[in-house]
């Protein structure tokens, strides 16, 4: 059974940097063609996809956010780890990370599976 | 970026009604297209992937179809338990864009 589960500050300040972590289990990061993407979402907003790091190492990120964004990986702690510099108020929302499962057929690409149940961040000072 | 336009943003329907949501793409994506269901206070859920594919776990009332630019999420028999918002995802290319989801509601 995959489980994911985000974990951080519920408030930080403007300026300030976010750090927040996916700690997931039921699958493994060194697996061919998995990744796990982060995506958050304003209060009563859609949801906004930020990054998503691969098996391999590869990360992608939402290129209006790129300058602010980094995630990595630590496979032996089953974790991922998406930072956030110079916080506003604006990037208060509900942060999830999701599994991206590897393709099992190729005409039937995977796409996000198992979400976290997410985390609230308020910026506020 | 690739812009996800859903339609309607919101309807309402009654118990056992067929229920049709539609998502546009701004480019082809080929069948790169997820459905999301979410819940108030909830995680989204994942419905459909590859455009036609069920989620393991995900009854066969819902269904995806489309191709390149057009898809539609289907509810067959609408249930109580299906009153939520429904989001649409494109992942051929980057960055992953949503649409602005659809609200489906009690009439």
């Known amino acids: 059974q995959i489980t994911l589960k985000e974990s951080g500050p519920t408030l930080v300040k403007p300026t300030q940097t976010l750090t927040l972590t996916c700690t997931f289990s039921?699958?493994?990061?060194?697996?061919?063609?998995?990744?796990v993407g982060w995506i958050r979402q304003p209060p009563g907003k859609a949801l906004e996809w930020l990054a998503l790091?691969?098996?391999?190492?590869?990360?992608r990120y939402s290129p209006s956010l790129k300058s602010r964004l980094t995630i990595t990986k630590d496979t032996s702690k089953n974790q991922v780890v998406l930072t956030m510099t110079n916080m506003d108020p604006v990037d208060t929302a509900t942060y999830y990370c999701?599994?991206?499962?590897?393709?099992?057929?190729?005409?039937?690409?995977?796409?996000?599976?198992?979400w976290g149940q997410g985390t609230m961040v308020t910026v506020s000072s | 970026d690739i812009q996800m336009t859903q339609s309607p943003s919101s309807l309402s329907a009654s118990v056992g009604d067929r229920v049709t949501i539609t998502c546009r793409a701004s480019?082809?994506?080929?069948?790169?297209l997820a459905w999301f269901q979410q819940k108030p206070g909830k995680a989204p859920k994942s419905l459909i992937y590859?455009?036609?594919s069920l989620q393991s776990g995900v009854p066969s009332k819902f269904s995806g179809s489309g191709s390149g630019t057009d898809f539609t999420l289907t509810i067959s028999s609408l249930q109580p338990e299906d009153f939520a918002t429904y989001y649409c995802?494109?992942?051929?290319?980057?960055?992953?864009?949503f649409g602005q989801g659809t609200k489906v509601e009690i009439k």
């Open positions: 999701a599994h991206r499962p590897q393709d099992i057929v190729v005409v039937e690409p995977a796409a996000f599976d198992i």
């Open positions: 039921g699958f493994s990061l060194s697996t061919s063609g998995v990744g």
């Open positions: 790091i691969y098996w391999d190492d590869d990360k």
């Open positions: 480019q082809g994506i080929s069948n790169y």
């Open positions: 590859a455009a036609s």
């Open positions: 995802q494109q992942y051929n290319s980057y960055p992953w864009t």
